[in-house]
């Protein structure tokens, strides 16, 4: 019963998470998700929830490509009100547009493909399933949207727009 009072509740919240526009879906630029993340990335955004909680969102990324063909991208993550976390992804081509891999917090597989500028990432944990969906822009950047679902129902929403870092020059 406390389970159909809290689906109940989360449905008559359903339209409290914002819209979030991607870039238009192209085929170019083509998204190479390991050409982009090998190096250092940062991205910035805000995780909304059903019941109209916002927290700020903080990721540096650092990827290095392994011998396999593979990427390893190392992540820390700062979320305000929580604390750092630090995590990792491994991501390797499974085909023409497929990727798989692993994730610190999957429970199984994290599977991915690739259309023109598009990806779309699926995978699950111990308490919920993502579904996300980047799309590279003409100015170099991606937006990431992050969806978190727990019993089929949407309950938080990532915004976030990533860039690749340049070392300075020395």
């Not at 991607?22 to 982009?36: G, H, T, V």
């Not at 990427?71 to 604390?83: A, C, F, K, T, Y």
Request: hydrophobic fraction near 40%.
């Amino acid at each position: 019963m406390k389970r159909l009072a809290v689906a109940a509740a989360a449905l008559a919240l359903c339209g409290c998470l914002p819209a979030v526009e991607l870039p238009q879906a192209q085929a170019e630029p083509r998204l190479d998700p390991i050409a982009f993340f090998t190096g250092l990335s940062e991205g910035r955004g805000t995780l909304s929830t059903l019941t109209g909680g916002k927290q700020a969102l903080h990721v540096v990324s650092i990827g290095r490509p392994a011998a396999d063909g593979s990427l390893v991208l190392d992540q820390r993550i700062v979320l305000s009100g929580e604390p750092v976390r630090d995590r990792r992804w491994t991501i390797r081509p499974a085909g023409p547009g497929r990727y798989t891999g692993t994730l610190t917090e999957a429970t199984g597989a994290v599977e991915a493909t690739v259309s023109g500028n598009r990806m779309t990432i699926r995978y699950e944990t111990k308490d919920y399933a993502v579904r996300q969906a980047l799309a590279l822009g003409g100015d170099g950047q991606i937006r990431n949207r992050l969806d978190i679902v727990i019993w089929g129902l949407n309950v938080a929403r990532l915004e976030e727009r990533i860039v690749r870092k340049t070392p300075s020059a020395q």
